[in-house]
């Protein structure tokens, strides 16, 4: 006698509802096999995570800012999140289109707008890194319009 069917007061039940908790459901094995299965693929993602994190932007910038004098790696770690900051803008600007029924090419452009890095915006950045962290003043600075060395008059 299996010692499961002890376990159960029997008297809560109707003589035909006894039998339904026996029988067996494909509904509900297909339901288990799914949970089992988004459980795995949960584990394997998070797996994946974890092999794969020596390759993220930030561990990658770090083996490359670890080369680098020790003098110079603050202004490339301002550069870095300078970067970063715009890529999640345009994330941000893109995902914002979609979800407002934009077409896949208007959240493209959202991307782009939100995301474009001017070459004098980029420089003037380059310039504030520079001044922030001491290797330049601003009146090096000054010296230079858009990239270029002005000459003196």
Sequence with gaps: MNPLI???P???????????????NPDQEMI????????????????????????SPQKSFERFVADK??????????SFRYMESKVFAGRSAYSNAMQNGASIEEA?????????????SLISANE???IK?????????????NGKYKFRE
């Design 108 to 120: 493209r452009q959202a991307y782009f707008n939100a995301a474009a890095m001017p070459r004098d």
């Design 32 to 55: 288990d096999i799914r949970a089992e299965t988004q459980r795995l693929l949960e584990k394997d993602l998070a797996d994946w995570e974890l092999q794969w994190d020596a390759y």
């Design 69 to 78: 004098p020790e003098s110079v790696q603050a202004v490339f770690w301002d």
């Design 133 to 145: 962290h001491g290797l330049a003043d601003i009146s090096e600075q000054r010296m230079f319009e």
């Design 6 to 8: 002890l376990l159960i």
């Design 10 to 24: 029997l008297f809560l039940f109707s003589p035909g509802d006894i039998w339904t908790i026996f029988e067996w």
């Design 128 to 130: 504030q890194f520079n």
